[in-house]
T-cell receptor, first 109, second 115 residues
């Protein structure tokens, strides 16, 4: 079956760096999304990767390794407002989105 | 302000009742989607529409129906609600067809409790 694995919860300190990992097993692959979701709010788009490598966007970067079925989201200079859930979603060969359950990131002062 | 509007934001209803969740977007996006989000699970697609006049079934379509009479509106109907349909429902849209999945724009969600 198709599956997305990401840690349930992570804790980090304000100002630090955190890496949220995501591994995927899908029938075919056509790209991977990361979304941010604050508690009680809608998910919002962070990044999209389809080729191997690192995509940098301000304090957030996303990495993809297609051969390893692996991605990570790197958050630098953490701020309290970064406390949220981070959702990983892979696109399979039928262009269906397969969503992970999300990683709840807790930022401590 | 452009975006997606869902209504109601929250609703409690008795099992067996009919319920329609409304979704309207003003971005002129072709594709629209309905997802449900349950604790510990990823978002699951209920139904989708690539363009006005067409709809398709997602991963968990049973017990739900949709219509897409125009570009802007995509209501989700529960014909006879059951407790397992208690969830948070998100409507989303994208400026592409489902076969060319692009960034999704989500509404604020509708929290539904079926007793």
């Amino acid at each position: 079956g198709q599956n997305i694995d990401q840690p349930t919860e992570m804790t980090a300190t304000e100002g630090a760096i955190v890496q949220i990992n995501c591994t995927y097993q899908t029938s075919g692959f056509n790209g991977l999304f990361w979304y941010q979701q604050h508690a009680g709010e809608a998910p919002t788009f962070l990044s999209y990767n389809v080729l191997d490598g690192l995509e940098e966007k301000g304090r957030f970067s996303s990495f993809l390794s297609r051969s390893k079925g692996y991605s990570y989201l790197l958050l630098k200079e953490l701020q309290m407002k970064d406390s949220a859930s981070y959702l990983c979603a892979a696109i399979d060969s039928n262009y269906q989105l397969i969503w992970g359950a999300g990683t709840k990131l807790i930022i401590k002062p | 302000i452009a975006g997606i509007t869902q209504a109601p934001t929250s609703q409690i209803l008795a099992a067996g009742r009919r319920m329609t969740l409304r979704c309207t977007q003003d971005m002129r996006h072709n594709a629209m989607y309905w997802y449900r989000q349950d604790l510990g699970l990823g978002l699951r697609l209920i139904h989708y529409s690539n363009t006005a006049g067409t709809t398709g079934k997602g991963e968990v379509p049973d017990g739900y129906s949709v219509s897409r009479a125009n570009t802007d509106d995509f209501p989700l109907t529960l014909a006879s609600a059951v407790p397992s349909q208690t969830s948070v429902y998100f409507c989303a849209s994208s400026d592409s067809t489902r076969e060319d999945t692009g960034e999704l724009f989500f509404g604020e969600g509708s929290r539904l409790t079926v007793l």
